[in-house]
Structures are given as structure tokens and as C-alpha cells.
């Protein structure tokens, strides 16, 4: 069996400094074009191990990136989030169910109206289709990965900060692709998926 393994400096990449208001917005802006990471495969995933190494206690306690998709499968989606210290992922709602692994930080947890305190280490589950909001109340950021099922994300996506992730998603341009939205039955008559594990 392959092994596919993350390189650690995907995870490691230096915090940037906060920028004006105005300034973020121009940074988004002329970032935009550049906001995918064209080594991380746009495709099909391969029937191949997909490692990450201490997930839950050896992230960075900080890291520049507000969201970072690790992998994307027929069916789910892994995600690395940094919620900057004041921070906030947005008030939302998804078509898509989401489990969020809190590794770093602590922050505060609203789901269909409903607060709860989060820290490292907690796992909150949030259903298609319900409300939620996660904002970071602590002194560091507030560090987590997420698990969309199916794909919520660009495979490719690579957001620095909230508001170009807001800006890419308004513009259709950070969209989960066809092929991770397909029905059980179609991947296993396209030949993408058989119980045999033979391709």
C-alpha cells in the first residue's frame, strides 16, 4: 500500500502580520489569483494512505493561514483552520455535515442558538443545514482541522486569511468540485469505488 505524507512545512507556515482594514481588503484582493496550492491534486483522490502525524498535538500553535484543505475525497474533506486571536469563522449555515477537532486555543461555539466553550482536544459536530459560528475568545489562536462530509472546498484551497476565503466563496471561485458531490451508486458504476479494492 502507498503512503502519501503531508510535508510538515505545509503546517508550519510563518504567522502574518495584522494588517489595516483597508490594507487586508487590498491584500485579498490581489491575492485571490494565487490562492490555490497547485501540488495538492485537483482529482479523484487515489486508493492510497493518507497520513497526517499528531494531528491532535503537534500543530502550530500559530499559523498564517486561516483555511488550508489537506485532502478531498469522494465523500469528505480535510481542512486546517487558524481562527486569529478576536477572530471568527462567520456566522453560516452548510449543506454538508462538519466535525471540528479543536487541537489549539479556546474559543466559543455557537450552534442553532446554543453557546458552548471549546478547547483543545473537543469535537463539535455540526448537521447539514444548521446555523453555526465559532469565534476565538482566547489569548492565542484558536487552532483547529474540520472534516466536511461530503466536500464543502476547492481541493486546492488555501485561504490567508477570513475575508479572502469570504471573497473567493461569494465569487464561486472556492467551490467543492462535481466529482465529490456524485452518489455512492455512480462512483461505483464509474469504477471509482468497488468492494474488491482492486483499480
Given at each position: 500500500?502507498?503512503?502519501?505524507?503531508?510535508?510538515?512545512?505545509?503546517?508550519?507556515?510563518?504567522?502574518?502580520?495584522?494588517?489595516?482594514?483597508?490594507?487586508?481588503?487590498?491584500?485579498?484582493?490581489?491575492?485571490?489569483?494565487?490562492?490555490?496550492?497547485?501540488?495538492?491534486?485537483?482529482?479523484?483522490?487515489k486508493h492510497e494512505m493518507v497520513f497526517f502525524p499528531d494531528m491532535t498535538s503537534a500543530?502550530?500553535?500559530?499559523?498564517?493561514?486561516?483555511?488550508?484543505?489537506?485532502?478531498?475525497?469522494?465523500?469528505?474533506?480535510?481542512?486546517?483552520?487558524?481562527?486569529?486571536?478576536?477572530?471568527?469563522?462567520?456566522?453560516?449555515?452548510?449543506?454538508?455535515?462538519?466535525?471540528?477537532?479543536?487541537?489549539?486555543?479556546?474559543?466559543?461555539?455557537?450552534?442553532?442558538?446554543?453557546?458552548?466553550?471549546?478547547?483543545?482536544?473537543?469535537?463539535?459536530?455540526?448537521?447539514?443545514?444548521?446555523?453555526?459560528?465559532?469565534?476565538?475568545?482566547g489569548p492565542t489562536p484558536l487552532i483547529l482541522y474540520t472534516i466536511y462530509s461530503p466536500?464543502?472546498?476547492?481541493?486546492?484551497?488555501?485561504?490567508?486569511?477570513?475575508?479572502?476565503?469570504?471573497?473567493?466563496?461569494?465569487?464561486?471561485?472556492?467551490?467543492?468540485?462535481?466529482?465529490?458531490?456524485?452518489?455512492?451508486?455512480?462512483?461505483?458504476?464509474?469504477?471509482?469505488?468497488?468492494?474488491?479494492?482492486?483499480?
Open positions: 500500500m502507498l503512503k502519501t505524507l503531508i510535508p510538515r512545512t505545509i503546517l508550519t507556515i510563518p504567522s502574518i502580520q495584522r494588517a489595516s482594514i483597508p490594507a487586508r481588503k487590498a491584500f485579498s484582493q490581489s491575492a485571490i489569483r494565487f490562492a490555490k496550492d497547485p501540488k495538492m491534486p485537483s482529482g479523484p483522490p500543530l502550530p500553535s500559530k499559523s498564517g493561514e486561516f483555511r488550508r484543505v489537506l485532502w478531498t475525497g469522494l465523500y469528505s474533506q480535510v481542512v486546517l483552520m487558524t481562527v486569529p486571536v478576536d477572530g471568527e469563522i462567520g456566522d453560516e449555515v452548510h449543506t454538508v455535515d462538519q466535525a471540528l477537532t479543536f487541537t489549539s486555543g479556546i474559543g466559543k461555539a455557537t450552534i442553532a442558538g446554543k453557546d458552548q466553550d471549546v478547547k483543545a482536544g473537543d469535537l463539535m459536530v455540526v448537521p447539514a443545514g444548521t446555523q453555526h459560528q465559532f469565534v476565538n475568545t466536500a464543502e472546498h476547492n481541493p486546492q484551497s488555501v485561504h490567508k486569511t477570513k475575508e479572502e476565503g469570504d471573497e473567493e466563496e461569494e465569487n464561486g471561485k472556492d467551490e467543492a468540485p462535481d466529482w465529490s458531490r456524485k452518489p455512492k451508486a455512480e462512483n461505483e458504476k464509474n469504477g471509482l469505488v468497488n468492494t474488491s479494492g482492486k483499480y
